[in-house]
């Protein structure tokens, strides 16, 4: 059930490029969370920014632990995201969580996960690797940035032991290309009935890979990033179109309580 805290910073550190990771300490125990769900943050002092921002739990929730601090990783984009980066060690900030629905992708015997992240989108698949090795599972890592220095941004789930692939806009660090085409890659050295991919990145870059997923005939499933203002489904402001099969009638799914984390065949792109 989520819950509203105001949690502690316990720091806010430059982490790659223009990336940060965020530690909240919450004092006390916190309800446990699933790779890919994600909170609502207060940003801001008083009422400015107005709206909380969505963000993906970047860490694995620790169930042996009597408390569990909470990660965030973000990249700052615009004013909500430059005043989280503003936050000190010291001060509160608002968060509810945890929300939505993260992966739980169901892997048959001998299948690894592929992990396709896009940028940022690497922090809601993080702690899915975490997940997988601490069950002494081998995923692998396909992480797509604009340069090498936004590729650093793949080096702590790298540093848990994850097989790391690496493809860059500007070829500075792995492959020159965008990561669907690392995913094509994999299915095709490895085969695909060996993958369940799971994802998260830039609308076009999910796009692609749910469509190169397809073709090797891969389950794939998306966390799809929305703006929201509420985060538990009350503003319907962050539908997405979905068919349960070709031809059948449009629908809407809302991010915020029917996924962030969706069947990538139901989208309606």
Sequence with gaps: MPEDRLLRVAANEPLAGSYHRLTLSPGAAVPAWEPGQFTMISLGRGHDPLLRR????????????????????????GRGSAALAAAR????LACLFPLGRGFSPALGPGQQLALVAGGAGVASLHALAAAEIRAARSPVLLFGGRNSAEAEAAAPTRALGV???????DGSMGTRGFVPALLDGLLKER???G???????????MKVT??????????CYLSMESSMACGFGVCV?????????????????RTCVDGPVMDASEIAW
């Excluded at 997405?240 to 629908?251: H, M, S």
């Design 237 to 253: 402001g962050c539908v997405v179109g979905v068919r349960r099969e070709p031809g059948a009638p449009l629908r809407y799914k």
């Design 195 to 205: 993958f369940v991919v799971c994802a998260c990145g830039p609308t076009p870059m």
């Design 89 to 92: 060690p010291g001060d509160e």
């Design 54 to 77: 969505p963000y993906s739990i970047y860490n694995l929730h620790d169930p042996t632990a009597s408390t569990v601090n909470l990660q965030i990783l973000y990249k700052i984009y």
């Design 210 to 219: 749910a469509e190169v997923a397809r073709i090797h005939g891969a389950a």
């Design 163 to 169: 097989e790391t692939r690496i493809s860059t806009d």
């Design 191 to 193: 085969g695909a009935g």
